[in-house]
């Protein structure tokens, strides 16, 4: 089975711009979550879409939004990028989710440099 | 205090060393999460569990639910296990995984 592909693995933007993130689970999976990782915060959790819906969301400023499309893609986007938003934004695809007894599967990473 | 806490922090050891990174977390959870970063940002699970104890080859992950506590023990430690390992709980109130800061280990030859 192909594993959780990210795109694009780099990305450099400038403040104010905007910027979509693409991640495609794992065949099968139906829970994609995404996570923001910075030196100084560590692992944070952005949002987990299943089946369509969002079912989790973290403390993000509503510039971080995502979906999720019927055939389980999911996209993040986050709208007029600050200097702060710079960091390595993984998702992970799960069968159900974090709430059941299922292992997480993490992508490689967008690495995203706001200049 | 975090809900989550790691300890500790940064870790070194020769190779064949016995090593254990503790976890401990404040919230009750469905499950609890180790996973392990190579340089470069890759992530892999290593386990999850919700009772009792896990093993694969020299990795053992075990967990306590009563005292809110894990221990992943790694057996004749390896250069090659050098990485980031981080633990991540799932459950509280929302479900949402909240992560450790992560142990740093190096392993030297």
């Known amino acids: 089975k192909a594993g959780v592909t990210q795109t694009p693995r780099y990305l450099i933007k400038t403040r104010g711009q905007q910027v979509t993130l693409s991640c495609s689970p794992i065949s099968g999976h139906r829970s994609v979550s995404w996570y923001q990782q910075t030196p100084g915060q560590g692992l944070q959790f952005l949002f987990e879409y299943f089946s369509e819906t969002q079912r989790n969301k973290g403390n993000f400023p509503g510039r971080f939004s995502g979906r999720q499309f019927s055939n389980s893609r999911s996209e993040m986007n986050v709208s007029t990028l600050e200097l702060g938003d710079s960091a390595l934004y993984l998702c992970a695809s799960s069968l159900t989710g974090t709430k059941s007894y299922n292992e997480q599967f993490f992508g490689p990473g967008t690495r995203l440099t706001v200049l | 205090k975090n809900e989550v806490e790691q300890s500790p922090q940064n870790l070194t050891a020769q190779e064949g ?17 180790w996973l392990q970063q190579h340089p470069g940002g890759g992530i892999v699970s290593l386990f999850m569990l919700s009772s009792g ?20 023990h790694i057996t004749a430690s390896h250069p090659r296990d050098s990485a980031v390992y981080i633990c991540a709980v799932a459950g509280g109130n929302t479900d949402k995984l909240i992560f450790g800061t992560g142990t740093r280990l190096q392993v030297f030859p």
């Open chain 2, 17 to 33: 060393e016995f090593i254990t990174i503790n976890c401990s977390y404040s919230v009750g959870i469905s499950a609890l999460h």
């Open chain 2, 53 to 72: 104890k896990k093993k694969h080859g020299r990795l053992i992950a075990t967990i306590n639910i009563q005292e809110k506590h894990s221990s992943l």
